[in-house]
């Protein structure tokens, strides 16, 4: 497969930008500041934590209207632009000399002292006041404080920031004029894929991707960057060839059958996690603390798993919930439970010119199912785990009909708790039947210390957790979801 050469084509400030002549690895926010000379958008840790590198990039939705999302710019490679469109924090006023309501409201709520951080948290903003004004709904405390989790301060204070949220709402709306930004992505979409020199690869079809993986195994397979952006801004390493899957349409769509999700590879994060918690309402909270929401805006399901990291968060829910992982190389495709496909740490099943397909996970149905997902970091949002579990526990009456638990961050990879489900399997949900799964916790793993937690607190931990569970899902006097949240009651901030 050869596509002609062209340059980089994306919409920003109201036309059509070419750029050519770049590395694959040029970072989005490089360009910005560097050569379209928009320095507004500022660079802080340089690997997606801080939130000072917010944009908004926009894209054509399955139904061809403009959906926006917020992104980081430091770890974005510019040649992912392609066909989309790019807004920073010079493009939000309505007219020479104006504000947009949610920089008028960081002014009047005094919400910026040194300043360094306020462009992104305006974009953060943006895109909340966007998504909400074509909703027709206003968000609550609570909603905004999860849209700024990846917005970090370190002199103001996140009251005022709230505030200049909340107050945003209440002036005229200013709303983006999309039809031009949608006209203009359409027309670019007819353009042909990307390929950058033999160095970067943007397939649209799940065939021609499976045909590149096929012909170049040695290719680094891109997709939301979150990770591999790290590899080139803190380890300065040399990425190869990359092909990139964000505009493999196929691979970015979540089916839902009679039997099970469905859930492509390059499906995002965010809608991954919407997805697992529409069918178990008990994931959503471990699906907003996996990562702020510029991280799940493009970071993918697929990618979490394939890179396989011992505390990867994705892994112990789809574990606890029974997944399997599709593999597939050129036309052939195979499937494995999830936990079969790690290895040894860092080392997975993939065999030379494959690649992860999809993940598919067995529905609810008729089953009697308590499914919880704990994540337990120094940071509660937007933090590495330092221990994540996933459970799943079937009863019948107050017996335990069935049991998965996989636990991340107490091994080298992600693991089943074997000994601990065989104390739990038939048992009563009982106190004594905790404590021996407590007990058989301690044989299931010996985890290590390192500078997220000691071995001895990950273990304590992950016994508190078990107990944690028990409390939540026991047949008799269960706790309700308000006596386990950090918050008093909903929307509280």
């Known amino acids: 497969m050869t596509t002609p050469p062209r340059p980089i084509r994306f919409w920003h400030q109201g036309a059509v930008v070419d750029v050519a002549g770049v590395p694959a690895t040029r970072t989005v ?3 910005l500041r560097e050569d379209a000379r928009c320095t507004g958008t500022k660079e802080g840790c340089a690997e997606g934590d801080c939130g000072a590198c917010t944009v908004v990039v926009g894209e054509l939705d399955d139904q061809g209207a403009l959906a926006l999302k917020p992104v980081n710019a430091c770890i974005q490679f510019l040649p992912t632009l392609d066909g989309k469109a790019l807004f920073a924090v010079e493009d939000l006023a309505p007219a020479r000399g104006a504000l947009h309501p949610a920089q008028a409201a960081m002014v009047a709520c005094h919400g910026s002292q040194c ?16 998504r909400h004004q074509q909703a027709g709904s206003v968000p609550t405390r609570q909603q905004l404080a999860d849209d700024l989790a990846g917005n970090l301060c370190r002199c103001t204070g996140y009251r005022p920031i709230l505030d200049a949220g909340q107050q945003m709402f209440e002036v005229p709306a200013v709303r ?5 930004v949608r006209a203009a992505l359409q027309r670019l979409r007819e353009e042909g894929p990307l390929t950058l020199d033999g160095a970067f690869h943007a397939p649209r079809t799940l065939a021609d991707f499976a045909a590149l ?6 290719a680094r397979v891109l997709a939301g960057s979150t990770d591999i952006g790290l590899w080139l801004n803190k380890q300065f390493r040399e990425l190869g ?7 493999v349409a196929e691979l970015q769509r979540i089916e839902i059958t009679d039997d099970a999700l469905d859930i492509g590879a390059a499906a995002t994060l965010e809608a991954a996690w919407a997805a697992l918690a529409a069918e178990w309402p008990s994931l959503r909270e471990v699906g907003l603390r996996f990562a702020a929401l510029p991280v799940r805006s493009v970071g993918t399901m697929g990618g979490n798993v394939a890179n396989g990291s011992p505390i990867g968060d994705a892994a112990p829910v789809l574990i606890a919930l029974g997944a399997r992982i599709v593999l597939r190389r050129g036309d052939a495709t195979r499937s494995l439970p999830l936990e079969d496909f790690y290895l040894a740490y860092m080392q997975n099943a993939l065999q030379p010119g494959e690649f992860v397909q999809a993940l598919l996970v067995p529905r609810r149905g008729a089953r009697a ?20 579990i996933g459970l799943s526990l079937e009863l019948d009456g107050e017996r335990i009909a069935a049991v998965r638990i996989a636990c991340g961050g107490m091994a080298a990879t992600v693991q089943r708790a ?3 489900e065989a104390a739990l399997q038939g048992q009563p949900w009982s106190e004594a039947t905790l404590q021996a799964a407590q007990a058989a916790l301690a044989r299931d793993f010996t985890p290590l210390s390192d500078m997220r937690a000691s071995a001895a607190y990950r273990m304590q931990v992950a016994q508190n957790l078990l107990r944690r569970a028990w409390l939540e899902t026991r047949a008799t006097n269960p706790l309700p979801a308000n006596a386990t949240r950090v918050w008093a009651r909903e929307g509280a901030a």
């Open 369 to 388: 199912q308590q499914v919880r997902g704990y994540k337990i970091s120094k940071r509660y949002d937007s933090d590495i785990s330092a221990v994540c």
């Open 241 to 247: 060839e990359l092909i990139y899957i964000g505009n």
């Open 115 to 130: 300043g360094f951080c306020t462009p992104g948290f305006v974009m953060s903003l943006w895109a909340c006041y966007e």
């Open 176 to 180: 983006l004029d999309r039809e031009p």
């Open 418 to 420: 074997r000994q601990t």
């Open 213 to 218: 993986r096929a012909a170049r195994p040695q």
């Open 29 to 31: 926010l490089a360009w």
